[in-house]
């Protein structure tokens, strides 16, 4: 199956909301303490992440390939006149076309699965896309989730350890501060609840 722009324009235009309006756990645990600044929100989809960052003090970019999950969040973020002049919304292919290096204060990429060879191209462009000083925060599901039966990508590759991502990072460029395989509790589409695992990597680049 093709990830493509035209797979999640689909997706999105078949349900009312693909996502919860909820901002992920992990980009709010690790986020929280962080001085805003500028912040690229990678795969931005409802705008969820977003919006919350907005409300935090950032300055973000919201960047996706679907133009219809877009136009959503937008409407969204509209609802709250606080943070709409805070976002700027970007239908774009980041691996495609890399975003600027050294720019923003903060790059999250949540849940962007992707096969290996793209995925590691990709957060290597995303990684030189943070300012010194700057965190890069990067959450995907973990491989072990693959044994609870919940919905997963089951292509081989796609789910990958936060050890794997900090591996790419040069130590004499990034100080890395959360290497963590963190569980949480997650209902089925029975309602039962189940154990997921995300793999959670944050690091700052050193100034």
Same mark, same amino acid.
């Given at each position: 199956?093709?990830?493509d722009e035209s797979f999640w324009d689909e997706r999105y235009r078949q349900h009312g909301s693909v996502w919860s309006r909820n $901002?992920? $756990?992990?980009?709010?645990?690790e986020a929280a303490s962080l001085r805003?600044?500028? +912040? *690229?929100?990678?795969?931005?989809? @409802?705008g969820a992440d977003s919006i919350w960052? +907005? !409300?935090q003090g950032w300055r973000v970019t919201a960047v996706d390939i679907s133009s219809v999950a877009l136009a959503r969040a937008a409407e969204r973020a509209a609802e709250d006149a606080t943070v709409a002049g805070r976002i700027v919304w970007v239908h774009h292919d980041l691996t495609a076309m890399p975003p600027p290096a050294g720019t923003?204060? *903060?790059?999250?990429?949540?849940?962007?699965h992707l096969p290996l060879a793209q995925r590691t191209e990709l957060y290597h462009r995303l990684a030189a896309s943070v300012a010194p000083g700057g965190t890069f925060l990067i959450v995907g599901h973990h491989p072990d989730d693959l044994a609870t039966g919940i919905r997963r990508p089951s292509q081989p590759g796609l789910l990958f350890t936060p050890e794997e991502i +900090? +591996? @790419?990072l040069d130590p004499e460029e990034w100080q890395i501060d959360v290497c963590e395989a963190r569980r949480r509790s997650v209902r089925d589409a029975d309602g039962n609840s189940v154990t997921v695992t995300d793999s959670v990597l944050r690091a700052h !680049? !050193?100034?």
């Open positions: 199956m093709k990830f $901002p992920n $756990p992990s980009l709010v645990a805003p600044g500028s +912040a *690229l929100d990678v795969g931005s989809g @409802e960052l +907005a !409300r923003f204060d *903060l790059v999250s990429a949540q849940f962007m +900090a +591996a @790419e !680049r !050193r100034s």
